[in-house]
């Protein structure tokens, strides 16, 4: 018997699962028409940051980091509803766990902040690759701890059970075809580089292509997904300001963040023509830089000078790397900006130096792909004269323009994803993309399961919509594979795992999540089931 109506043969489906006890949301699952399907080579995980787990801080002989350093410095004290900071003596005392307080001392309304244990992940490597392979992941994106492997910062001496320790994560993990994405640097550079002054030296492109090196040598037979430097837009803020790792002054925002702009991009492009002559031919890997993205929507539809500020802020936060990588430059936005407040300020210091014929060889196309990381999306205007002389850093000035976040919006986020991907298309020449950081933060002792599952259908969606169109995505890894320290926000303010930790066991043991269940079928069927 031929049904020729799709609505009949629905209704029968209905009475004969009925019948067998089996829901109409399971029927729907198999319903292909609703069903969005992944490519079979599509990467499907997700990400952590050394620092941000591993804890170990001073264990094996790892040296310290440019965060130990800075949160060993600086008292952190995270209360709600924002960060404090206050400067005392260089002395390690009891609180230096990285861990709420309030087992200690119920009545203390804060907690002490630092990465000395994070989520123990360097002595639990075995159940954090169990939980990844019951997770149902093909992929996993994580940073090898430079001060770990190379403690005085090249490879004159090599940390050997910090590279047995990465070693031991990339073969379990290969073992069960999880792919590594590896990020060479995120963030954690060791502190004895710093007192050369760390990315803002130029010295730290023959360093860091040290450290390359070693990475290739070592592990390059076994990875084939590489990431020198993790949103180097972070990393040069850093230079200008004082609430972020290495805090060298406010003094210097709008100059020393312009010099590690410079050279992050130098060092990356090193690291990229090194790979390229030496280990290319033997390991065929690809090699890319990691960005930061939000996408920005201008404050009235309807004004012109708004809908600039979108063009402006993407040259400002995302076209000063990518512009050199394509052809050399910088944004020409950008440098008018600068020139417009060295005039206001009766700035003579050149505070943006751009680069030379032969360095620009270099960059040029240094990259295989493009893996970036997206979370939200911001409102944008211009600034009026008065507030753009009232503006005390430099750097805010030579943007122009006034954010304000649009996070809450959560369509505009979906909208704002594509927005990224075609700027990506069109600026880059559609080059091939991987999303390696995506997601939105929980908040403690409150199940927004059902937020966290919106989020993540409606960036998958957008993601299918960009591979129907003939953009070429390689994958897709979502932050965070585990609740984990969120800098100085510290651990429990932003909870963006698939499994919790409970930071104040000294075991930190892992739980599932409610969500765990909806990830672990996209990440198993290849599929993104209907509501």
């Keep these: 018997m031929i049904y020729k109506s799709n609505k009949l043969l629905h209704v029968l489906i209905l009475i004969w699962t009925h019948i067998l006890n089996v829901s109409e949301s399971t029927v729907s699952f198999y319903n292909h028409k609703n069903v969005i399907q992944f490519p079979k080579d599509f990467k499907l995980g997700c990400g952590s940051g050394a620092y941000q787990i591993e804890g170990a801080w001073n264990q094996d002989n790892k040296s310290r980091s440019i965060w130990d350093h800075y949160f060993h410095t600086e008292k952190i004290l995270v209360h709600n509803p924002e960060v404090i900071h206050s400067t005392f003596k260089k002395k390690h005392t009891s609180f230096h766990r990285g861990t709420d307080i309030h087992d200690e001392d119920p009545t203390r309304s804060f907690s ?8 123990d992940s360097y002595n639990k490597l075995d159940v954090d690759v169990n939980n990844l392979i019951e997770l149902g992941v093909n992929t996993y994106r994580f940073s090898i701890s430079w001060p770990r492997v190379l403690p005085n910062g090249d490879d004159r001496f090599v940390n050997e059970p910090g590279v047995n320790y990465y070693k031991s994560l990339i073969q379990k993990l290969l073992n069960k075809n ?3 994405v590896v990020i060479m640097y995120h963030w954690d550079l060791p502190n004895i580089l710093q007192n ?8 730290i492109v023959g360093y860091f292509e040290n450290y390359a090196n070693f990475l290739f040598k070592t592990f390059g037979s076994q990875v084939k997904l590489w990431i020198t430097i993790n949103e180097p837009r972070f990393v040069a803020i850093a230079y200008g300001t004082e609430t972020f790792a290495p805090n060298i002054g406010e003094v210097f925002n709008g100059i020393a963040d312009y010099m590690a ?6 060092s990356h492009a090193a690291a990229y023509k090194l790979y390229k002559k030496k280990y290319f031919a033997e390991q065929q890997g690809e090699i890319s830089l990691c960005f930061d993205t939000a996408a920005y929507f201008p404050v009235n539809p309807d004004s012109a000078e708004d809908k600039e500020c979108v063009s402006k802020v993407f040259d400002f936060s995302l076209g000063v790397f990518t512009q050199p990588l394509k052809n050399g430059t910088f944004p020409q936005s950008l440098l008018d900006q600068v020139a417009r407040t060295d005039k206001h300020e009766n700035i003579s210091l050149k505070r943006i130096v751009e680069f030379t014929e032969s360095e620009k060889q270099d960059l040029i196309r240094s990259y295989d792909f493009i893996a970036f990381n997206y979370y939200n999306s911001n409102k944008v205007r211009p600034m009026t004269e008065a507030e753009f002389k009232a503006e005390k850093y430099l750097l805010n000035k030579d943007l122009g323009v006034k954010l304000s976040s649009n996070a809450d919006n ?3 986020t979906f909208k704002g994803f594509t ?12 080059p091939k993309l991987f999303v390696t950081e995506n997601g ?10 059902e937020k966290k599952i919106k989020y993540h259908r409606g960036i998958l969606t957008e993601i299918h919509k960009a591979l129907n169109k003939g953009v070429v995505i390689k994958g897709y890894c979502v932050w965070s594979f585990m609740d984990s320290l969120e800098w100085t926000s510290g651990y429990f303010k932003k909870l963006f795992g698939i499994y919790s930790v409970d930071f104040n066991d000294p075991e930190r043991p892992r739980t599932k999540k409610p969500s765990f269940e909806f990830f672990r079928k996209v990440f198993t069927t290849r599929t993104l ?3």
């Design 178 to 180: 999880i792919t590594p």
């Design 410 to 412: 959560m369509d505009d």
């Design 112 to 119: 002490y902040v630092n990465g000395d244990v994070a989520c």
């Design 419 to 430: 927005q990224v991907v075609e700027w990506f298309v069109k600026n880059l020449d559609n």
């Design 440 to 449: 939105i933060y929980e908040k403690p002792n409150v199940d927004e399961s």
């Design 196 to 203: 050369l002054g760390g990315w803002s030296n130029p010295n």
């Design 529 to 531: 089931p209907p509501v």
């Design 261 to 266: 702009i410079r050279n992050a991009l130098l």
